[in-house]
């Protein structure tokens, strides 16, 4: 339900009482990943998406059913062979879907509050709720946030070593950015029957810094926005480096690369792109940025810049293993001219590049068309390998 936080946040400041479907697993070419939502409120206005239009009606009713009896709701939708009028995924696939209530007087709108703050402010957070086993527990629900230590908010009322169990797993969970489910023994061992456990991640979005001011650069900016990240656009030079030039720009640096990259903050997500096309400047960034536990590291220029430039590398110490993780010239074979074009090419290496992609065409291919790279699979904690 964190894909729409901030919707839900509104709703839970005005009171309003409501219901959240959330899918839970999917199978097949599902189009829809673990963590996506459709939200119903009392009124019976409806916010999200479980599924791109198949069984949204179906979900809508169970929906406002959580609303009416007050409980949650496990519901499993597939494609059916025998009735072409069933509800069903008419693109093969199938999906579980959760469905928990969140009424004023429900125990859970607490927890699902201060998850949905933590995610409208930016900062990370994980919710937990079981999806399967005791009746009772279906439903309930915990939440972490790095900053409370090993404390958390909520609970299952059942058993503290479950609760904080599940509250270790999720904040593992959590710094891996993932959404997924986990397999927990009723009293947070191997010793008792599983839970099923939903685990949702909110962080704030990855970062993209763009190294290199030109008209490229703005392109890509818009493509980066597009795709969800932060994105700063660095340059040393301030008669390029300017809000009017890069309006859709979070952040615009006048600094030399290498230093800036130096100061900042980057992490497994963040992705580097540089384009400033001059060694003076490509060189110190590269030999740093290779260095670096980033995402991505992709660089500007024909394929002669590309040899001269590594040349230049090995010449300050970067070793061949960490050559191997630059992407130039950046980008894929989309025979790009203009700006657009470019950044299209180079946002279309990157997401191949985050999901596991090849970046060939679908057409003709036998490759999976939804990669399942940003789930994590249902796994038993303490079971014996």
């Known amino acids: 339900m964190l894909d729409i936080a901030e919707e839900l946040h509104r709703w839970v400041e005005q009171g309003r009482d409501f219901a959240v479907a959330t899918v839970v697993a999917v199978g097949g070419s599902a189009p829809r990943q673990p963590g996506a939502a459709l939200a119903v409120a009392a009124d019976g206005t409806a916010i999200g998406s479980v599924s791109g239009g198949c069984v949204e009606g179906a979900v809508y009713e169970l929906c406002g059913q959580a609303l009416e009896d007050g409980e949650s709701i496990l519901e499993r939708f597939g494609y ?21 209530p969140v009424r004023s007087c429900d125990p859970v709108r607490p927890v699902v509050t201060a998850a949905l703050e933590a995610a409208v402010k930016g900062r990370a957070a994980a919710l937990a709720r079981i999806v399967s086993g005791p009746r009772e527990l ?24 479950l609760d904080r169990t599940v509250a270790a797993e999720a904040a593992a969970v959590l710094d891996a950015g993932r959404t997924g489910t986990l397999e927990i023994g009723e009293q947070g061992s191997r010793c008792e029957a599983p839970l099923t456990v939903l685990v949702e991640s909110s962080v704030p979005p990855p970062r993209m810094i763009v190294f290199g ?44 690369p290498h230093k800036y990259l130096e100061r900042t903050e980057v992490d497994p997500r963040t992705v580097l792109c540089v384009l400033t096309h001059d060694a003076k400047f490509d060189v ?39 050559l191997t993780r630059l992407r130039s010239p950046i980008g894929l074979d989309l025979g790009a001219r203009t700006p657009e074009e470019t950044a299209l090419s180079i946002g279309a290496e990157i997401v191949a590049n985050r999901r596991g992609g090849s970046g060939v065409s679908l057409a003709g291919a036998h490759t999976p068309i939804h990669h399942d790279g940003a789930a994590v699979p249902a796994r038993r904690i303490g079971s014996v390998a």
């Not at 493509?223 to 994105?231: A, D, E, I, N, P």
């Not at 940025?289 to 040349?311: E, F, Q, W």
């Open 138 to 161: 279906v439903g309930r629900a915990l939440v972490v946030r790095p900053e409370d230590g090993p404390a958390y908010d909520g609970g299952f009322g059942a058993h503290p070593e």
């Open 80 to 100: 059916s062979d025998d009735d072409a009028f069933a509800v069903g995924l008419t693109c093969g696939g199938v999906i579980d879907i959760l469905v928990t």
């Open 213 to 256: 001011a030109i008209d490229f650069a703005s392109a890509l900016v818009r493509v980066g926005k597009f795709l969800g990240y932060r994105v700063t656009v660095c340059d040393a030079r301030p008669v390029f480096a300017t809000r009017a030039r890069f309006p859709d720009a979070d952040e615009i640096v006048v600094e030399w």
């Open 284 to 322: 110190p960034l590269l030999r740093l940025a290779l260095k670096l536990p980033v995402a991505y590291i992709g660089a500007m220029g024909s394929r002669r810049t590309h040899l001269d430039r590594n040349d230049r590398l090995r010449q300050v110490g970067v070793t061949e293993l960490e």
